[in-house]
């Protein structure tokens, strides 16, 4: 079956990087688009980015772009998001989400990970 | 950038009874609308795609309808596992892709 697993979360100093990773199996990785998803404790959900099927097209939200990248793997069917500067505000669960069409870059979110805790702590 | 509002905050409900959620779009989305619920420690899971296409596996009491800027998921004879948080979000005009803010389903 599906299944997303995100890891690399943890305690992170303000300033510092992090790369999260999101490794995907019991479907054709390289057919679908793969989105990060965040949610700071107690808040709702906020789309962070999206990497399309096959890698050549990214895109951010606002409040992300130019601090985060996304990127993705098809020999290890991983999609990563690498975070730098982090602040307090990217505290958050960040979970990685499968669209449910093939090919398509923006879609519903058929498959979630069950989230890895980013802590932004000094 | 497309704005989601969800109404209410929360909907105080008893086992078996029928609500209704509301979600409303600043302009229109045609019908690139879903419905996630989320159950407290874990991930959102689909329920409604296309504003009213159930996802595999989502029971019929789960229902969407809804076109343009006026969306609303309705559950039928409430079950002890559907008290949760619901979230719309749009797929269209990306980007960005945006969810609503939620609506706490609670006993």
């Known amino acids: 079956q599906v299944q997303l697993v995100e890891s690399g979360g943890g305690v992170v100093q303000p300033g510092r990087s992090l790369r999260l990773s999101c490794a995907a199996s019991?479907?054709?990785?390289?057919?679908?688009?793969v989105h990060w998803v965040r949610q700071a404790p107690g808040k709702g959900l906020e789309w962070v980015a999206v990497?399309?099927?096959?890698?050549?097209?990214?895109f951010y939200a606002d409040s992300v772009r130019g601090r985060f990248t996304i990127s993705r793997d098809k020999i290890k069917s991983t999609v990563y998001l690498q975070i730098n500067s982090l602040s307090h505000e990217d505290t958050a669960v960040y979970y990685c989400?499968?669209?449910?069409?093939?090919?398509?870059?923006?879609?519903?979110?058929?498959?979630w990970g069950q989230g890895t805790l980013v802590t932004v702590s000094s | 950038e497309i704005v989601m509002t969800q109404s209410p905050d929360t909907l105080s409900v008893s086992p078996g009874d029928t609500v209704t959620l509301s979600c409303r779009a600043s302009?229109?989305?045609?019908?690139?609308l879903a419905w996630y619920q989320q159950r407290p420690g874990q991930a959102p899971r689909l329920l409604i795609f296309?504003?009213?296409t159930r996802a595999t596996g989502i029971p019929a009491r789960f229902s969407g309808s809804g076109s343009g800027t006026e969306f609303t998921l309705t559950i039928s004879s409430l079950q002890s596992e559907d008290f949760a948080v619901y979230y719309c979000?749009?797929?269209?005009?990306?980007?960005?892709?945006?969810f609503g803010g939620g609506t706490k389903v609670e006993i």
């Open positions: 989400a499968r669209n449910l069409e093939e090919y398509q870059l923006m879609s519903s979110f058929q498959h």
């Open positions: 979000q749009r797929y269209n005009n990306w980007p960005p892709l945006t």
């Open positions: 990497i399309s099927y096959d890698g050549s097209n990214e």
């Open positions: 302009q229109s989305v045609r019908n690139a």
């Open positions: 019991g479907f054709t990785f390289s057919n679908y688009a």
């Open positions: 296309g504003a009213s």
